[in-house]
């Protein structure tokens, strides 16, 4: 699982990559301070079935703590793209194959309205503007990549199955390139597009494929107007209110002993020696948590749970201890799609455990489910199949 943090320059994506991940991401205050990707882990937390099972579990692929577990995913933050980036502008095209290839893209846009297009500062910027700008770039980037690939194309009979070979970085399944085509009336044998088809469809494919996030950053210096506003604009899309900033800061100051913070949580304590200049931004820290929180935490969840309609699942050897072959209580959280099959679970564990699959066991209600059988998140699974 991948997401993919994108937008203008000098909008806070670093803040945001760095807020998430507490990696060392370069930050500064001017445009493309990301001269390279940078890669790190969140984590997105989610009650875990220890409590309810009366367990105390021992994790391999998360933690848990006070009975909330959390599960790693990959971030990807990458330069900043300006207005003509799928021509080379900026930081260039290349940082367009690192965006595209996510699960699910992050916006950041600059919720005060203070820097431009290219990351200049001003005061009349429009952010809804960025959004829009940067859908254009993804989506001609995606145009020109097919209409280069459209000689070879046009010999082919099985036109989806071209594209979806041409088009293998998005990382978009055959159905929805199938489903876009389909939907747009275009040919789809031997296809020889006009360019305005050409874009249509990667337009269309963008937003069925590449579902984006909107981050409204720097919420603690906008106004409730602005951020109004912006979500007018944006009212047909996934928009969270945050402050990377702020969350950075909290996060670099519980690590430092100096308070005590969870993310995502309307407050904290001052648990350490502060002096009276970071006595002064912490009070201000917590009036604004107490109002909203960071949003950060919440970005992160509409990404995962609400964009991509995720689930999490414990697979399980043993049903009854609730553990896998050696002992471990509830080791793996999965993530996978609401209206997941038990045996889709099965396929994500092992290729010979979908082959070989006999049933399933719901080890919360010790009921055992079929194959067709659609996963409820937290559910805990043992998978029973004919193979050594």
Not at 50 to 67: A, D, F, H, I, M
Not at 70 to 89: C, F, S, T
Not at 100 to 113: E, F, R
Not at 245 to 254: D, G, I, T
Request: glycine share 8%; hydrophobic share 40%; proline share 3%.
């Amino acid at each position: 699982m991948l997401i993919g943090i994108i937008g203008a320059p000098n909008k806070g994506k670093s803040t945001l990559f760095s807020a998430l991940t507490m990696a060392n991401a370069e930050i500064g205050d001017y445009p493309f301070t990301t001269i390279k990707p940078n890669r790190g882990v969140a984590y997105v937390a989610r009650e875990c079935p220890e409590k309810q099972l009366g367990l105390k579990c021992n994790p391999r692929n998360s933690t848990c703590t006070n009975g909330i577990r959390y599960i790693p995913i990959e971030i990807v933050d990458v330069a900043g793209l300006v207005p003509g980036a799928h021509l080379g502008k900026g930081m260039g095209n290349q940082f367009l194959t690192d965006a595209i290839a996510a699960d699910v893209l992050i916006q950041v846009i600059d919720g005060t309205g203070k820097t431009d297009l290219n990351g200049n500062h001003t005061q009349t910027s429009n952010p809804a503007e960025e959004v829009r700008m940067i859908f254009d770039e993804l989506s001609h980037w995606v145009a020109g990549i097919v209409k280069k690939h459209m000689p070879a194309m046009i010999k082919r009979k099985d036109g989806t199955k071209a594209l979806h070979e041409v088009l293998a970085g998005l990382r978009i399944s055959e159905k929805i390139i199938e489903d876009t085509v389909n939907k747009l009336g275009l040919a789809s044998s031997g296809i020889n597009w006009k360019d305005e088809e050409i874009l249509s469809f990667s337009q269309a494919l963008v937003r069925a494929g590449k579902p984006i996030v909107v981050a409204i950053n720097k919420s603690d210096s906008a106004s409730p107007q602005q951020i109004e506003k912006i979500n007018e604009s944006l009212k047909e899309m996934e928009v969270v209110a945050c402050s990377a900033a702020v969350e950075l800061s909290l996060k670099k100051a519980a690590k430092a002993g100096i308070i005590d913070y969870a993310s995502g949580a309307r407050g904290f304590n001052i648990t350490g020696n502060a002096t009276d200049e970071q006595n002064k931004g912490l009070e201000f820290m917590k009036s604004f948590v107490q109002k909203s929180g960071t949003g950060i935490q919440e970005l992160l969840h509409s990404a995962i749970f609400k964009t991509l309609n995720l689930i999490v699942v414990y697979p399980v050897e043993d049903e009854n201890k609730c553990t896998d072959h050696f002992g471990n209580v509830l080791p793996d959280a999965r993530l996978m799609r609401r209206g997941g099959t038990a045996v889709d679970l099965a396929r994500m564990i092992h290729t010979d455990l979908e082959k070989n699959f006999l049933y399933a066991i719901d080890a919360k209600k010790k009921m055992r489910i079929g194959k067709e059988h659609q996963l409820n998140d937290g559910d805990v699974i043992k998978i029973a199949s004919a193979a050594k």
